[in-house]
């Protein structure tokens, strides 16, 4: 494995080191309190190169390796978690869209999302399927040359905001399971579509919530793919977007011991700096030990997608290990801070709950690891 990179990809993740920190880390606290992303940030960040790099140029991509992509979004994540989501959600559906959307379609909707002008959403889960994805209802009934679609999906990433999304619904009977769901990229602007916000604890600006369909009509055109394929599209989709959610929760954990080890050498106790005493320094020697150890984890899992090579169960591993390390870690740099870092004036309150969520979002531990032992055990079948 290889993970250096060439001049003009060093320049482009510096770019983003500098942006992160300079643009985005100053108002990570007032997104929160505004529940948004401004969209001339967006636009900025798509003027940069920032959104879907590794898509192809004919959509507006710079073709760079998923490696690539990935370390851009960790420091994307370095400055603001919640930021971050738009170029998660710009490569995961930029990969759907661009492999299996009608050209002219792909080219129009992609062109959009990756210069900034329009955000993107997936449209998975429902009320009653979150982990058993293919136990969609959400209807999507043909009408000529037309789909109409009807129900709710929930839990949403950027539901309100989004201003068009990779829809997934049920064009077969409940009966045909996962091979009776499509995918269709529907425009948030069509007669009938209606959004709600939850009141989360964290990633506030993401603005989780819901979308209803009301017998929206959408074009056969902007089906993405075959029918009935959409789910074996989006299970595709995930392995990539798994790893990197990694990235994105390293980026954070990444921020949270910078400061942690500048801080353990500015307070004094007892006549020395703090970082002096093993009690404060061991811990965070742990804490970056098992962060390289995850974050390359996660740089070999998208190394392993570049080069065309399964890596299911290493995204899986990825998914279910950053979140949970990542809050660890950010737990860890609050103490050290001490009374000082549970208190607003530092970031670490809003990093914690910005991150908790992703232990529950787009895959729970506990699918992540049915996913691993099922490939584990088909490796070692006699």
Known sequence: MDFSLSEEQKALVESASRFARNRLAPDYRAREKAECVERELVVEMGELGFLGPELPEQFGGLGVDCVTSGLLLEQIAYGDFNVSYVNLLTSLCGQIVSSHARPAVAKEWMDLVVTGKKLIAIALTEPSAGSDAARLKLKAVRDGKDFILSGEKTSIS????????????????EADKARGISAFLVPMDLPGVSRTTFDDIGTRPVGRGSIFFDGVRVSEDMMLGDEGQGFIQVMQGFDYSRALIGLQCMGVARASLDEAWRYSQEREAFGKPIGEFQGVSFPLAE????????????????????????????????????????CEIIHQCLLTHG??????????????????GLQIGDGTANIMKMIIARQKTAQYAV
């Open 339 to 356: 009374h000082g870092g549970y208190g607003a004036d530092y970031h670490f309150g809003q990093r914690y709950r910005d991150v908790l």
């Open 287 to 326: 804490a970056e030990t098992y962060y390289e150890a995850c974050r390359n984890l996660c740089l070999r899992t998208l190394w392993l997608k570049d080069q065309h090579l399964p890596h299911t169960a290493e995204a899986a591993m990825c998914k279910w290990w950053a979140p949970k390390l990542a």
């Open 158 to 173: 950027m539901a309100t905001q989004a201003d068009v999304a990779v829809v997934f619904a049920r064009t077969g009977s």
